[in-house]
């Protein structure tokens, strides 16, 4: 997208490596949540769900990571409320989700994409095939859309 900010979009995102890590942003990880979060956050493009993901998917920590996709699914499976704004909806699904899983950076990741490959094929947020999905069972959105 606007390939005429490519270019300036590249030497910020090299600016901010260089100044957040010496270049070497596995040093990132080393930080506590709270600061690792915000530096990775000043990148574009980079929130919350996106901070959490690399944290999750580069070992560094074990919380929970969802994006979109796999956020709609745990919401409709009654993990969390939807709420007015994404991220409380965000928050309120990690906290549902937190005693459901297993604690270990890889198991997390491998829910994470579970949950977003779901989201993608099944549970989409228009026309979702509940007729074709395995979960519907436990599924509150199922049940409220099947009345």
């Known amino acids: 997208?606007?390939?005429?900010?490519?270019?300036?979009?590249?030497?910020?995102?090299?600016?901010?490596a260089i100044e957040a890590g010496g270049g070497r942003?596995?040093?990132?990880?080393?930080?506590?949540?709270?600061?690792?979060?915000?530096?990775?956050?000043?990148?574009?493009?980079?929130?919350?769900?996106?901070?959490?993901?690399?944290?999750?998917?580069?070992?560094?920590?074990t919380?929970?990571?969802?994006?979109?996709?796999?956020?709609?699914?745990?919401?409709?499976l009654g993990y969390g409320e939807e709420a007015k704004s994404y991220s409380?909806?965000?928050?309120s699904a990690l906290l549902a989700l937190e005693p459901e899983l297993e604690k270990t950076a890889a198991k997390r990741a491998r829910a994470h994409e579970l949950l977003r490959r779901h989201g993608q094929t099944l549970c989409k947020r228009?026309?979702?095939?509940c007729d074709a999905c395995p979960v519907t069972a436990g599924c509150r959105f199922y049940e409220r859309s099947s009345k």
């Not at 997208?1 to 901010?16: G, N, Q, T």
């Not at 409380?88 to 928050?91: L, N």
């Not at 228009?126 to 095939?129: A, E, M, W």
């Open 126 to 129: 228009s026309l979702p095939d």
């Open 25 to 61: 942003l596995e040093q990132v990880l080393e930080l506590e949540t709270k600061k690792a979060r915000a530096v990775l956050k000043r990148f574009p493009g980079i929130g919350d769900p996106g901070a959490d993901k690399i944290l999750l998917f580069c070992g560094a920590r």
């Open 88 to 91: 409380a909806t965000y928050r």
């Open 63 to 76: 919380a929970m990571a969802l994006e979109s996709n796999g956020l709609r699914v745990a919401t409709r």
């Open 1 to 16: 997208m606007h390939p005429e900010r490519r270019v300036d979009k590249l030497r910020e995102i090299a600016e901010l």
